[in-house]
């Protein structure tokens, strides 16, 4: 292999990193029949039901908080029918409360972890009182005394940002050069210190974690972090409850099939190890990914279980899909699923601007381009393995973002998309 990537890719493997070389859509599939695979960090049930309680027993802190027409705290999204002739429910992760993002669940679920057990060593909340309790001010007055950093590409930072304030802890973003303007401008408003960086991610990260251990502050680490992971995987049982509801039963007949638009992997890593424990070999998940940021796929197809650049395959990792430009994956992500991804499709900027123009005609949805991704990604799995997709299964795109883009941006997004040439 050439571009300095380690290990070794078998005949088919490399095909696909050929087509990303040349920077065209690409499907990666896992070598070998359907089978469990033991990842070196699975999720146990205790985690799970530790991240459903602890959600709960937030949600009436949180409702009064971030006070919305009629919502009750509980961080969930609707499972909805796609319009005719999409032949896919859509999980509506876009209009998740807080953030407007897939972050709402483990940015938000990590600052729920920390702030109660901030809470419980301040001794201004024990184990058992209402999480009401924090809203107090002599609460208040201790968690201010605290504070955290996180990076991000603009979601993450968001999510983190917006709700360690409401609880009055002070945070600092560091935001890589994807990150938009109007998110860093919403930031700053609540009081957020924003810190922007003119490198990637990888290397905002390194700069928030370095200074985080130096000024002895709470870092959420994206690459690492635990807790994202569980608050993540706690949306499978979510989804499991609404797939009941409707009387959509899971088995090797009906299958399940998940489009996961991915960054580092945490989001998607954490429902996929949800959702394998729910319904083991019954649901195949697949990761989605901007071809210039295919940094999982990279992992996969070169094998080994460590992380790739996409640097060193030549790609740029420029995409419109700013939750997604991440150049090489989480280490964390990898060990706990890596080898239970069915497959991971990569498509490109103009499929994803397709989507984005077709889901506001058809169905009303506001969606940012990392949200567009898994439904391009429906497609491309459809015609390149249908097998994956048989007959009968049930298909749920995970529509990871967008509903808070403002008009002017999501204008921008439809214009660009209007102007491409006929697929
Ligand atoms: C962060 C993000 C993802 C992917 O999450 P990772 O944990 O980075 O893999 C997908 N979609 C959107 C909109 C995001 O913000």
């Given at each position: 292999?050439?571009?300095g990537?380690?290990?070794?890719?078998?005949?088919?493997?490399?095909?696909?990193?050929?087509?990303?070389?040349?920077?065209?859509?690409?499907l990666?599939?896992?070598?070998?029949?359907?089978?469990?695979e033991?990842?070196r960090?699975?999720?146990?049930?205790?985690?799970?039901?530790d991240?459903?309680?602890?959600?709960?027993r937030?949600?009436?802190?949180?409702?009064?908080?971030?006070?919305?027409?009629?919502?009750?705290?509980?961080?969930?999204?609707?499972?909805?029918?796609?319009?005719?002739?999409?032949?896919?429910?859509?999980?509506?992760?876009?209009?998740?409360?807080?953030?407007?993002?897939?972050?709402?669940?483990?940015?938000?679920?990590?600052?729920?972890c920390?702030?109660?057990?901030?809470?419980?060593?301040?001794?201004?909340?024990?184990?058992?009182?209402?999480?009401?309790?924090?809203?107090?001010p002599a609460?208040?007055?201790?968690?201010?005394?605290?504070?955290?950093?996180?990076?991000s590409?603009?979601?993450l930072?968001?999510?983190?940002?917006?709700?360690?304030?409401?609880?009055?802890?002070?945070?600092e973003?560091?935001?890589?050069?994807?990150?938009?303007?109007?998110k860093?401008?919403?930031?700053?408003?609540?009081?957020?210190e924003?810190?922007e960086?003119?490198?990637?991610?990888?290397?905002?990260?390194a700069?928030?974690?370095?200074r985080?251990?130096?000024?002895?502050?709470?870092?959420?680490?994206?690459?690492?972090?635990?807790?994202?992971?569980?608050?993540?995987?706690?949306?499978?049982?979510?989804l499991?409850?609404?797939?009941?509801?409707?009387?959509?039963?899971?088995?090797?007949?009906?299958?399940?099939?998940?489009?996961?638009?991915?960054?580092?992997?945490?989001?998607?890593?954490?429902?996929?190890a949800?959702?394998?424990?729910?319904?083991?070999?019954?649901?195949?998940?697949?990761?989605?990914?901007?071809?210039?940021?295919?940094?999982?796929?990279?992992?996969?197809?070169?094998?080994?279980?460590?992380?790739v650049?996409?640097?060193?395959?030549?790609?740029?990792?420029?995409?419109?899909?700013?939750?997604?430009?991440?150049?090489?994956?989480?280490?964390?992500?990898?060990d706990?699923i890596?080898?239970?991804?069915?497959?991971?499709?990569?498509?490109?900027?103009?499929?994803?601007?397709?989507?984005?123009?077709?889901?506001?005609?058809?169905?009303?949805?506001?969606?940012?381009?990392s949200?567009?991704?898994?439904l391009?990604?429906?497609?491309?799995?459809?015609?390149?393995?249908?097998?994956?997709?048989?007959?009968g299964?049930?298909?749920?795109?995970?529509?990871?973002?967008?509903?808070?883009?403002?008009?002017?941006?999501f204008?921008?997004?439809?214009?660009?998309?209007?102007?491409?040439?006929?697929?």
């Amino acid at each position: 292999m050439d571009g300095g990537v380690p290990g070794v890719a078998d005949g088919e493997a490399e095909a696909v990193l050929g087509a990303l070389r040349r920077g065209e859509p690409a499907l990666w599939r896992r070598p070998g029949p359907a089978r469990l695979e033991a990842d070196r960090a699975p999720l146990d049930g205790g985690e799970a039901a530790d991240a459903q309680d602890r959600f709960t027993r937030f949600a009436p802190a949180l409702a009064r908080l971030f006070p919305a027409d009629g919502w009750d705290g509980q961080v969930r999204s609707a499972l909805s029918p796609a319009p005719d002739g999409w032949d896919l429910w859509l999980k509506g992760d876009h209009a998740l409360p807080i953030a407007g993002s897939v972050k709402a669940r483990g940015g938000v679920y990590e600052v729920l972890c920390h702030v109660e057990s901030l809470a419980g060593a301040a001794g201004v909340w024990a184990p058992g009182e209402p999480m009401l309790r924090l809203l107090e001010p002599a609460a208040v007055a201790a968690l201010s005394r605290h504070w955290l950093a996180v990076a991000s590409t603009g979601n993450l930072g968001f999510a983190v940002g917006v709700a360690a304030r409401a609880f009055g802890l002070r945070a600092e973003v560091h935001m890589s050069r994807e990150a938009k303007a109007w998110k860093k401008a919403r930031l700053r408003a609540i009081g957020v210190e924003v810190v922007e960086h003119a490198g990637d991610y990888g290397l905002a990260v390194a700069r928030a974690r370095e200074r985080a251990k130096t000024e002895g502050a709470y870092f959420v680490d994206d690459e690492a972090s635990r807790r994202l992971f569980v608050g993540y995987a706690a949306a499978a049982a979510e989804l499991a409850g609404q797939l009941r509801e409707r009387r959509l039963e899971i088995g090797p007949k009906r299958p399940l099939v998940v489009w996961l638009p991915c960054g580092v992997g945490g989001a998607p890593g954490g429902i996929a190890a949800g959702l394998k424990r729910i319904y083991g070999a019954d649901v195949r998940v697949v990761f989605v990914e901007p071809v210039a940021s295919a940094c999982v796929l990279a992992a996969l197809a070169v094998g080994g279980g460590r992380p790739v650049s996409v640097y060193d395959l030549g790609l740029g990792n420029d995409t419109l899909a700013d939750g997604l430009a991440v150049a090489s994956a989480s280490p964390l992500a990898l060990d706990a699923i890596g080898r239970n991804i069915d497959a991971v499709a990569a498509v490109s900027d103009a499929a994803m601007l397709r989507w984005i123009a077709r889901a506001w005609r058809e169905a009303g949805l506001r969606l940012e381009p990392s949200a567009a991704a898994a439904l391009a990604a429906a497609e491309l799995t459809r015609a390149r393995a249908p097998d994956l997709v048989p007959e009968g299964a049930v298909q749920v795109a995970w529509l990871t973002g967008g509903s808070l883009l403002p008009d002017d941006e999501f204008e921008r997004l439809l214009a660009q998309a209007h102007a491409l040439p006929p697929a």
